[in-house]
């Protein structure tokens, strides 16, 4: 079964552009979840999508949004670039089941200059 | 609102010998506890979990203990080896709640 893929894997941006980065989950999975992780934090938790509808929602800025597709496939976008948005971004599927680990994808690595 | 705490940073270990990684959580509500390996360049891997049903799970070389009236749970590596060498993370949420709270990570290097 392939993994969660998520494209790009890296990307370099200037400071009030926007970005849109894409998931893939696994097959199967029906539930897709995104996460920020900067140097020395956790996980932080963004947002989740399942049946295309927006079920939770992290503390971020309105500036962060996501959708997803009917075949599960997921975007995420950030609006008006900030130097402190510069992260490893990533997705993570599941099938939302009771005790369901999240899958991780490999991340895509934004830069904000 | 750190809910997830991991305070150990970084952890060094002998290769055959025991790594203990440790963590705490604030919020009694957790059920579901988690943890996961995260190589540079790589997204986590999930490795073990436990549910607030039961005090031990074991995996292998791996086993995760959770003590609720501590909230605290930890994770046994045994025997360690170099290619467990990583950052390793635990999460953790609330029953039918699918958002994950994680920890800042403990890197753990594993001597040969």
């Known amino acids: 079964k392939a993994g969660v893929t998520q494209t790009p894997r890296y990307l370099i941006k200037t400071r009030g552009q926007q970005v849109t980065l894409s998931c893939s989950p696994i097959?199967?999975?029906?539930?897709v979840s995104w996460y920020q992780q900067t140097p020395g934090q956790g996980l932080q938790f963004l947002f989740e999508?399942?049946?295309?509808?927006?079920?939770n929602k992290g503390n971020f800025p309105g500036r962060f949004s996501g959708r997803q597709f009917s075949n599960s496939r997921s975007e995420m976008n950030v609006s008006t670039l900030e130097l402190g948005d510069s992260a490893l971004y990533l997705c993570?599927?599941?099938?939302?089941?009771?005790?369901?680990?999240?899958?991780f994808g490999n991340g895509t690595r934004l830069t904000v200059t | 609102d750190q809910q997830v705490k991991q305070n150990s940073p970084s952890l060094s270990v002998q290769e055959g010998r025991i790594s203990i990684l440790n963590c705490d959580y604030t919020?009694?509500?957790?059920?579901?506890f988690l943890w996961y390996k995260k190589y540079p360049a790589e997204g986590p891997t999930f490795l073990i979990s436990?549910?607030?049903?039961?005090d031990k799970n074991e995996d292998g070389r791996f086993t995760v203990f959770l003590n609720k009236s501590a909230k605290h749970l930890s994770l046994h590596i045994v025997p360690s080896q170099p290619g467990d060498s990583a950052v390793y993370f635990c999460?953790?949420?609330?029953?039918?709640?699918?958002?994950?709270?994680f920890g800042s990570g403990t890197k753990l290097n594993v001597k040969p």
């Open positions: 993570a599927s599941s099938v939302r089941g009771f005790n369901s680990p999240l899958h």
């Open positions: 097959s199967g999975h029906r539930s």
């Open positions: 999508y399942f049946s295309e509808t927006q079920r």
């Open positions: 919020n009694s509500m957790f059920d579901y």
């Open positions: 436990i549910s607030s049903i039961k």
């Open positions: 999460a953790a949420s609330r029953y039918n709640f699918n958002k994950f709270y």
